[in-house]
């Protein structure tokens, strides 16, 4: 299985900060990378695919970059609604497998 | 607009069988670059992928569930289902299910763009 690590696991940021969240993989994945959005007692929902295409929908202050085995979220300048938990996921191949989150907090 | 729906028991007992049921409404059910997945979070816990199946009925499983689910599919009802035997405590979970969507023209870049609201799962006695 391809393992999926995130960095930090959490981090106090306030509003209108510039938030990066790292997540690398144990092997090249190339662009198969997408991350999500949870909050509370929600389903994840889906930012960023392929490394760096936003989903229909998503605020442009999210974006996303890398390939290989170290890609990125930026969000570039954060707003209250983003305080969350942020997954990476990588498509490469099966078993799809999750980074272990990032929890935004309000500093 | 895609909406998924789960649907099942809440409370399992040790020992027995978990199944749950995902309704799609909205959408294509059975074109090519849609594929049906579980995925369960335990409370407090991260996400993980159960398994995945395509409209065709081809399955991928995670292989440290792979002994104990089976995930099927209903076309003509539009459903997938997901099948977990011999449960224990530790699956206690939110699980969704979620449509993964191929992006571009004969692209195998997937991502999960739609997700059920959750369902929470408890086994207990």
């Known amino acids: 299985d391809i393992q999926m690590t995130q960095s930090p696991s959490s981090l106090s940021a306030s509003v209108g900060d510039r938030v990066t969240i790292t997540c690398r993989a144990s092997?090249?994945?190339?662009?198969?990378l997408n991350w999500y959005q949870q909050k509370p007692g929600k389903a994840p929902q889906l930012l960023i695919y392929?490394?760096?295409s936003l989903q229909s929908g998503v605020p442009s202050r999210f974006s996303g970059s890398g390939s290989g085995t170290d890609c990125t979220l930026t969000i570039s300048s954060l707003q209250p609604e983003d305080f969350a938990t942020y997954y990476c996921?990588?498509?490469?191949?099966?078993?799809?497998?999750f980074g272990q989150g990032t929890k935004v907090e309000i500093k | 607009q895609v909406q998924l729906q789960e649907s099942g028991p809440g409370l399992v007992k040790p020992s027995q069988t978990l199944s749950l049921t995902c309704s799609v409404s909205?959408?294509?059910?059975?074109?090519?670059?849609?594929?049906w997945s579980w995925i369960r979070q335990p409370a407090g816990k991260g996400l993980e992928w159960i398994g995945r199946?395509?409209?065709?009925?081809?399955?991928n499983y995670n292989p440290s569930l792979k002994s104990r689910v089976t995930i099927s599919v209903d076309t003509s009802k539009s459903q997938f289902s997901l099948k977990l035997s011999s449960v224990t405590a530790a699956d206690t979970a939110v699980y969704y299910c979620?449509?993964?969507?191929?992006?571009?023209?004969?692209?195998?870049?997937?991502?999960?763009?739609?997700w059920g609201q959750g369902a929470l799962v408890t086994v207990s006695s």
């Open positions: 979620a449509r993964g969507h191929y992006y571009g023209s004969g692209s195998y870049i997937g991502a999960l763009d739609y």
């Open positions: 199946i395509f409209s065709t009925g081809t399955t």
């Open positions: 996921q990588q498509s490469y191949n099966t078993p799809r497998t």
């Open positions: 909205g959408g294509s059910f059975t074109s090519n670059n849609y594929y």
């Open positions: 092997q090249n994945i190339s662009n198969y």
């Open positions: 392929a490394a760096s």
